[in-house]
């Protein structure tokens, strides 16, 4: 496939905050619907990989291609790579003086100039595929994690977004809520719907992932299809990794 083929391109991408070299030679190509999960120790550049994407970081070397457009650092150029990418972060970020439903239109309603009613509209259908269109008028701290979580995952689906971003969804999370948000995240993978995912939900990456990536010490180790990634690894890092974690 031709670069500007890929939903996500990557290529040589190097990172430094100060002396500190925190990317180094990123290349990850992903494709229309491909969904990808990445893993690694804390500390590893999974976060500030995915924040690259959608230019919530900056990298000194390298190129980002996001659906055809060549991220550079230009107003217009990341307004229109936003629209098309969602992410959702381990600490929910809702707007705390705003109820669930005001949350879900902003972005419709002062980004994307769509008519309030119509805004409303979709955001009910994104709360009722959610499974919480009954807090629609609650406050975001009168919701359990979970549901708030869930709520930010509806607040993306809103831009009808062409990628989705997840930074360690539910990390934060009390374990009994985890399973509520992954299974509407499989829902999404079901759709088709370009996916990246940071976690050490292994039983997710086993279900949803076509991919997994390791990335350790600022470097992509080691990927492959979920099977051959935890049944065989091939680093002494990687298998240090899931010593770990499984
Ligand atoms: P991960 O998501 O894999 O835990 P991060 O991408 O958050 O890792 O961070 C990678 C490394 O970069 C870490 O060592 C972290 O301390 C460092 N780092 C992250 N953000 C900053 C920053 N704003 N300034 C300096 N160092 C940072
Ligand atoms: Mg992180």
Redesign the pocket.
Known sequence: MAEQDYMISMKGVNKW??D?H?LKDINLNIKKGEKVVIC??????????I?CLNHL?KFQEGTVSINGTDLIDDVKVVRHIRSQVGMVFQHFNLFPHLTVLENLLLAPIWVHKKPRHEAIKTAMEYLERVKIADQAHKFPNQLSGGQQQRVAIARCLCINPEIMLF??PTSALDPEMVSEVLDVMVELADEGITMIC?THEMGFAKKVADRVIF?DA?QIIEENEPHEFFDNPQSDRLKMFLDQIL
């Open positions: 905050y100060g500190f925190v690694g120790p804390s500390g590893s550049g999974k976060s500030t990989t924040r970081e930074d360690e940071v990335m600022g």
